[in-house]
Structures are given as structure tokens and as C-alpha cells.
């Protein structure tokens, strides 16, 4: 590994994978105690409808995908926010359509092939600098508003409507957090790709759940545990010659089958 | 009387266009023990959550201290139904219940040593001080109604709304729950909605029956009418042993 470190595609892949790992960690702790994580998944899919929209009319690629998966997760939290019961099919409605319409567009824009693959499992080691400072930027930003709200976020995720007899903005909030959730996705998706995104956002932050005592020792938990497993994945990944998004996922996973058994095993101490 | 806490005037709600709520006109004065009751799906929360602000009637309107529910807000505690949701959420009944001292709209460092103060006295009146490093996933039902009961009085509310508060609590505890609330109605008045009446009578100061509509009597029982007019039939009111007397004295005949 650590000749690896050598190389300047290698260390810029390990600094993205950090730097995914606080934003996910982050982020994914309220995906996983609000139970948003299909929207999660929605607003990553369809933002390759971004994309493609970006090529066609040929304007900026970041533009595009942002500007199109904040549209998206507007759509969705109106939509659960309006119709709770009905909410999951429509979400399901826009990840298809978003995919669809951005495979469509770039069949559409002569001249361009984004390749589909790298979408889905990203190219880490091939993150450009500039990407490194985005992403830092994006990071500060989500860690910025949510030390802020930390305490809205926090009652607006346990019950959400005894937050709303406090007082406590949550559809703006909520709005919020679909935004952050929708920048971080898209700023990740670049870097590591859409599967490990919804990885990272997930694996991570449930494992940490049930050991944390509080939401923000979940995130600390959970950052840690997504350097860890951006690191032993990259490092798999040099070692052995593998797609270096499959290998940290699988790293993932495997920590966090074992998370699942360890909790078979634990004797109970819930009571009721 | 002074001026009431609560006016429900003209007020009609439905839900998926199927009417819930008509024509209800309900007020409710200070210090007053209030038990909504009423089959299930008659819409005794609904009316609860009208008068908290979670919705918003169709026709008519709900004031709060001659304010809307929203402006009302920090005059109002409320112990919602305990349903075991959120079991797994990692947070502290301490800070569970430093969440009744909410005031929203952001901040960098929210609560205060006063927060903090009013925190460990609610939490010791339900007699929970002792519980407030675990988790709330930890605590039975009974426990973490009583956590919640706590986060609605850390508010100092002047009114305090429960629905079902006792739905899943031993019978040493739903004495001492009520106990406490009678308690804190010397300052507070209280509005619970509840199915199991027998255990109320002998605090409440009125009863309100909900089946669509609304009838109130300022008075501890219910009369023959209420009971025809909510219910099919009153079985489930004098079925178990009635340890305080309910209906009215004609009403058997």
C-alpha cells in the first residue's frame, strides 16, 4: 500500500474516498433513521437523466446533474411530504424515468458516449484534482448546515410530529435534508459511482446505529467506518487488480454481514 | 369562567373525502380534566390533532389561548400515542426530553442551562431522572410513556394534550400516571383522549364523545344520550367492574 502511495492517481483516490466518507456518513445517518434510503437511490438513478440533458443541450455536465437531481429531490419530498402512502411508487416512477430520459438524450447527442459502467461504479482512481476541491467544498457545506440544524434535524428525524407542536420548521427542513441528500449523491456519484454511494450511505450508518448513543456519535461511527472500508477496499482493490468500487463494497458488506451476525449472537437486553 | 383555553368553532374535516369530524363546536375552559372518548375511528385524534395544529380543518376554526394552534405553540405539551416506533433511533432520554424545549429555526449551541435544569426536574416528577443515559429503545412501554410525559411538561405547557397515554401500562402505573396528572391539573388543564373511561372517572372534570360528532358534558359521566348517540352500544363501558360510578343515576332506566 504503501508504495502504492507514490502514485498520484492513488493518493487522489484515497482523499476522494475520505472525503465521500464524511459526506456519506454524514448524510447517510439520516437516510437510515428517517428510512429514506429508496429515495436515496431515486434521486441517485435519476439524476443520470441530468446527464443526458447536459450533453443534449450542451451546457455544463456538473450544472446539469445538479441542477437536475435538486429538481428531482424537490419532486420527491413534495410527494412524500403530500401523498405518505402513495409516495414509494411515484419516487420508483421518477428513478426509471430520470434513467430512461438521460440513456435517451446521450443516444440523441451525436459524438458523446458516457459509459453507463462508469456511472454505476464510478472511476476513483481517476479523480482529477479539482474534483478533490469540490468535494471539499461540498463536504464543509453539508457538515456547515448540518451542525446547524443539528438539533432541528435530530427532532425532526425521531418524531416528527411532535417537532412540528415545537415549532420546528420540518417541511423546510425536510426539504432541506432531501437537498443535501441530492448535492452529496451527485458530488460522490462523480467520484465513486452510484452503487457505492448507496453503499456507503447505508452499510455504514446501520452498523453504527445500534452501537451509537446518539445521532452524532452515529455519524462519527459511521465516517470512520467508510475510511476504513474506502481504504482496505482501494488497497484490495491494488493488490489484487480489481474494480476498486466492486472491492470497497464488498469490504463493506462483508463488515457488515458480520455486524448482522455479531447482533444474532449477542444475548437480548431490550426489554418489551 | 375566565377565558376558555381552547374554542373549536364550525369545524368539519375529512380525509380522503370521507367525512371525519362534523360540525363539532367544542370549548374548553382552564383547569379543566377533559376525556375525549369514543369508538375507534370515531375521531378522537383527529380532533386531538386539530386542536395541535398537525392538521388543518376543512371549514371552521381552532384557537388556542385566542391564538392559532401554531402561535400557540409554547403553551402547549403533548404526550403523543406510545407505539414503539422508532425503537432503534440511538438517542438519550435525556435528550428526548430535552426535545419539549425545542423552539425551532436552527442554532449552533440550542440548549441552555436552563433547558438543561428543567430537563432533570421533568425527568425526576415521572421518576425517570435515573434512566436518562439509556437509550430510549431500552425502557419498556411503560417507561418511555412516562420519558414522554416528562418531554411535554419540560415545556412548562399550560395545556396538556394525551392520547392514549396509558395504553401500554401496568395497572400500578396507570394509577400513579393518572395520580401525577391529577396533580398537574391544579395549574394545567389536561385533555385525554382515552377508550378505557373506567380509569379516568374519577379524575376527569367533563367528558367529550367523538363519533363524527362531538358531544360535551361539563361533567364527569356520560349520559344515556352520549352513549347512543357515540356508541352502538355502552357494553364497553360497564363491562369491567366498575370501580367508580360513570353513568348517571337514571341512566339504567
Request: aromatic content about 10%; overall charge neutral; some cysteine.
Amino acid at each position: 500500500m504503501l508504495e502504492a502511495l507514490q502514485f498520484e492517481f492513488m493518493r487522489n483516490a484515497l482523499l476522494a474516498g475520505l472525503l465521500a466518507s464524511i459526506m456519506c456518513g454524514v448524510i447517510g445517518t439520516f437516510v437510515v433513521v428517517n428510512r429514506i434510503v429508496f429515495v436515496s437511490g431515486g434521486i441517485a438513478h435519476a439524476a443520470y437523466g441530468g446527464i443526458g440533458l447536459a450533453f443534449f443541450f450542451g451546457f455544463s455536465y456538473l450544472m446539469g446533474i445538479l441542477g437536475f437531481s435538486l429538481l428531482v429531490a424537490a419532486i420527491m419530498a413534495a410527494v412524500s411530504l403530500k401523498t405518505r402512502q402513495r409516495a414509494d411508487t411515484i419516487i420508483g416512477v421518477l428513478w426509471a424515468v430520470g434513467m430512461a430520459l438521460g440513456v435517451i438524450l446521450l443516444d440523441l447527442t451525436p459524438g458523446y458516449n458516457v459509459d453507463l459502467m462508469s456511472y454505476l461504479f464510478g472511476s476513483i482512481l481517476t479523480v482529477p484534482t479539482s474534483d478533490l476541491w469540490l468535494m471539499l467544498i461540498i463536504d464543509g457545506l453539508v457538515v456547515l448546515t448540518v451542525s446547524y440544524f443539528y438539533h432541528d434535524l435530530v427532532s425532526l428525524s425521531y418524531d416528527e410530529e411532535f417537532a412540528r407542536v415545537r415549532g420546528v420548521p420540518t417541511k423546510i427542513l425536510y426539504f432541506l435534508l432531501m437537498a443535501m441528500i441530492a448535492l452529496s449523491v451527485v458530488m460522490v456519484i462523480q467520484v465513486v459511482g452510484l452503487i457505492l454511494v448507496i453503499a456507503l450511505l447505508t452499510i455504514p450508518p446501520y452498523i453504527s446505529e445500534k452501537f451509537s448513543g446518539s445521532l452524532l456519535g452515529m455519524m462519527f461511527y459511521s465516517v470512520l467506518l467508510n475510511v476504513f472500508f474506502t481504504t482496505v477496499g482501494l488497497w484490495l482493490s491494488y493488490t489484487f487488480n480489481l474494480t476498486s468500487g466492486a472491492s470497497i463494497i464488498m469490504v463493506a458488506a462483508t463488515c457488515f454481514f458480520i455486524s448482522i451476525l455479531l447482533e444474532r449472537l449477542r444475548p437480548k437486553r431490550v426489554s418489551i | 369562567m375566565s377565558s376558555p383555553v381552547i374554542e373549536v368553532h364550525d369545524l368539519w374535516f375529512s380525509f380522503n373525502g370521507n367525512p371525519v369530524l362534523k360540525d363539532v363546536n367544542l370549548t374548553i375552559h382552564p383547569r379543566d380534566f377533559l376525556a375525549v372518548i369514543g369508538p375507534n375511528g370515531g375521531g378522537k385524534t383527529t380532533l386531538l390533532k386539530l386542536m395541535l395544529g398537525l392538521l388543518e380543518p376543512d371549514r371552521g376554526t381552532v384557537r388556542v389561548f385566542n391564538h392559532s394552534p401554531r402561535e400557540a405553540a409554547g403553551s402547549i405539551g403533548y404526550v403523543p400515542q406510545e407505539i414503539g416506533i422508532n425503537k432503534g433511533f440511538p438517542i438519550s432520554v435525556r435528550d428526548v426530553v430535552l426535545m419539549g424545549r425545542m423552539r425551532g429555526g436552527g442554532g449552533w449551541r440550542r440548549f441552555s442551562r436552563p433547558d438543561k435544569i428543567a430537563a432533570r426536574q421533568a425527568l425526576e416528577r415521572v421518576e425517570m431522572w435515573e434512566y436518562r443515559k439509556r437509550r430510549i429503545g431500552e425502557l419498556s412501554g411503560g417507561q418511555r410513556q412516562r420519558v414522554f410525559m416528562a418531554r411535554a411538561l419540560v415545556g412548562e405547557p399550560k395545556i396538556l394534550f394525551l392520547d392514549e397515554p396509558t395504553a401500554s401500562v401496568d395497572q400500578k402505573g396507570q394509577t400513579d400516571f393518572y395520580a401525577l396528572l391529577k396533580e398537574l391539573n391544579e395549574n394545567v388543564t389536561v385533555v385525554v383522549v382515552s377508550h378505557d373511561l373506567m380509569v379516568l372517572s374519577s379524575y376527569i372534570k367533563s367528558v367529550a364523545c367523538v363519533s363524527q360528532q362531538v358531544f360535551f358534558h361539563d361533567a364527569p359521566e356520560i349520559t344515556k344520550d352520549m352513549l347512543e348517540m357515540a356508541y352502538h352500544c355502552p357494553v364497553e363501558l360497564i363491562a369491567h367492574g366498575v370501580p367508580h360510578r360513570v353513568l348517571p343515576k337514571h341512566s339504567g332506566e
